[in-house]
């Protein structure tokens, strides 16, 4: 069974840059997925952030690219998010999931972890 | 990216068949057949219901139904239950990579 769990600081200063770290079970990082970042400001919708290959190859969400780095670390089974010069703005729910993009189930987070809340605020 | 648009509300009685429309543009939900939808609780982690417009994962209810035509897919919901009153999301792949999410439909069991 994968499973997915996220960790970082839940607060954040503005302009200083926020962390999180997805540690995976279950599911070697090594093979044939993308892993992501998807985030929820509170009562609103969904938004995409960016998904990593094992191999390092990256997507970004266009609006987001100048400020986001996705990077995973094979070794320790785990992807990184850093999001730098927030705001109040950034507020939200992070959640870390896979991205599937295999013959048979294509484009689509199967996996999902349950999320960690990060407030920007001083 | 512009977020996919999704009826804000829905709703319906037990028994009865609901749909929940998300439009996009040729870019997306019209380019591709990469249409998903997730169902999310208060509180709780999005979950993953239909997959490539309507292929539905292992232990989804077959009562959960998906189609598209052009920009637009839809999911249906058939015989209501009160367990089914959640938020659900469409997402649709985007080319190069992109992956964009709907704004949310709120389904009300009444």
């Known amino acids: 069974q994968v499973q997915l769990q996220e960790s970082g600081p839940g607060l954040v ?110 | 990216q512009s977020a996919l648009t999704q009826p804000p509300s829905a709703s319906g009685s037990p028994g009865q068949s609901v749909t929940i429309s998300c439009t996009g543009t040729s870019s997306d939900v019209g380019g591709y057949n990469y249409v998903s939808w997730y169902q999310q609780y208060p509180g709780k982690a999005p979950k993953l219901m239909l997959y490539e417009v309507a292929k539905r994962p292992s232990g989804v209810p077959d009562r959960f139904s998906g189609s598209k035509s052009g920009n637009t897919a839809s999911l249906t919901v058939s015989g209501l239950q009160t367990e089914d009153e959640s938020v659900y999301y469409c997402s649709s792949y985007a080319d190069p990579g992109r992956v964009i999410f709907g704004g949310g439909t709120t389904l009300t069991v009444l």
């Open chain 1, 13 to 122: 200063k503005p302009s200083e840059t926020l962390s999180l770290t997805c540690a995976v079970s279950g599911y070697s990082l090594s093979s044939d997925y993308y892993w992501g970042w998807i985030r929820q400001p509170p009562g609103r919708g969904l938004e995409w952030i960016a998904n990593i290959y094992h191999s390092g190859k990256t997507d970004y969400n266009p609006s987001l690219k100048s400020r986001a780095t996705i990077s995973v670390d094979t070794s320790k089974n785990q992807f990184s998010l850093s999001l730098t010069s927030v705001t109040a703005a950034d507020t939200a729910m992070y959640y870390c999931a896979r991205w599937a993009d295999l013959p048979g189930v294509r484009r689509v987070f199967d996996y999902w972890g349950q999320g960690t809340l990060v407030a920007v605020s001083s």
